[in-house]
């Protein structure tokens, strides 16, 4: 079992900027892949950024690129979101996602933190 635990969300405007974090306990060595989503009042779900738990691989949503970085500290077992140039767009709110390396595994994820830009 992998437990996530995200921080870092808040209200901000416009052009501003938000750190987020994810921090992992618990099977951190059965990881591969870490994910940010984020989830707007009446939307689906959409991934928003990806990195390799070991390994410089990382992907991002179009809508983000540019203004988004997704870093991990493995010392510490967590995943950072740099978030800059905000757009009340990205008001939503962002979860953390583990991808277990085992086939078939489900990932695992946490409980979310609020993102609000204002205009």
């Known amino acids: 079992q992998v437990q996530l635990v995200e921080s870092g969300g808040g209200l901000v405007q416009a052009g501003g900027s938000l750190r987020l974090s994810c921090a992992a306990s618990?099977?951190?060595?059965?990881?591969?892949?870490m994910r940010w989503f984020r989830q707007a009042p009446g939307k689906e779900r959409e991934f928003v950024a990806s990195?390799?738990?070991?390994?410089?691989?990382?992907y991002y949503a179009d809508s983000v690129k540019g203004r988004f970085t997704i870093s991990r500290d493995n010392a510490n077992n967590t995943v950072y979101l740099q978030m800059n140039s905000l757009k009340p767009e990205d008001t939503a709110v962002y979860y953390c996602?583990?991808?277990?390396?085992?086939?078939?595994?489900?990932?695992?994820w946490g409980q979310g933190t609020q993102v609000t830009v204002s205009s």
């Open positions: 996602q583990a991808t277990p390396t085992a086939p078939r595994a489900a990932s695992f």
């Open positions: 990195i390799a738990w070991s390994g410089a691989n990382t």
């Open positions: 618990g099977r951190t060595s059965s990881i591969s892949y």
